[in-house]
Nanobody, 116 residues
Framework: QVQLVESGGGLVQAGGSLRLSCAAS????????MGWYRQALGKQRELVAT???????NYADSVEGRFTVSRDNGRNTVYLQMNNVIPEDTAVYYC??????????WGQGTWVTVSS
């Protein structure tokens, strides 16, 4: 059974920090990229940050310089360090894993709420 289990979400004050984690299991094919997307109320899901097996990263402009994505390939785990958060970062954050043959898997989502 494929599982992407996220943790670390919650309530944080503007200017604070939060760290999200996501552990993938049960995926038979090699994972080539993991990352984070988010969806705020009434908005479409959007890319936050991704990281490849070779540690190449990609960030949304809105989080560049504030968020850092990292990965433990041996544990199929991806992290998102969120610093200097702002109210606009409030959303459900979803973990994503992409394998060879372009198969895609999603976590159940974790809420991040930033208070002003």
């Amino acid at each position: 059974q494929v599982q992407l289990v996220e943790s670390g979400g919650g309530l944080v004050q503007a200017g604070g920090s939060l760290r999200l984690s996501c552990a993938a299991s049960g995926i038979a094919l090699p994972i080539i990229r993991m990352g984070w997307y988010r969806q705020a109320l009434g908005k479409q899901r959007e890319l936050v940050a991704t990281i490849s097996t070779g540690s190449a990263t990609n960030y949304a402009d809105s989080v560049e310089g504030r968020f850092t994505v990292s990965r433990d390939n041996g544990r199929n785990t991806v992290y998102l360090q969120m610093n200097n958060v702002i109210p606009e970062d409030t959303a459900v954050y979803y973990c994503h894993a992409q394998t060879v043959l372009t198969r895609s898997y999603w976590g159940q989502g974790t809420w991040v709420t930033v208070s002003s």
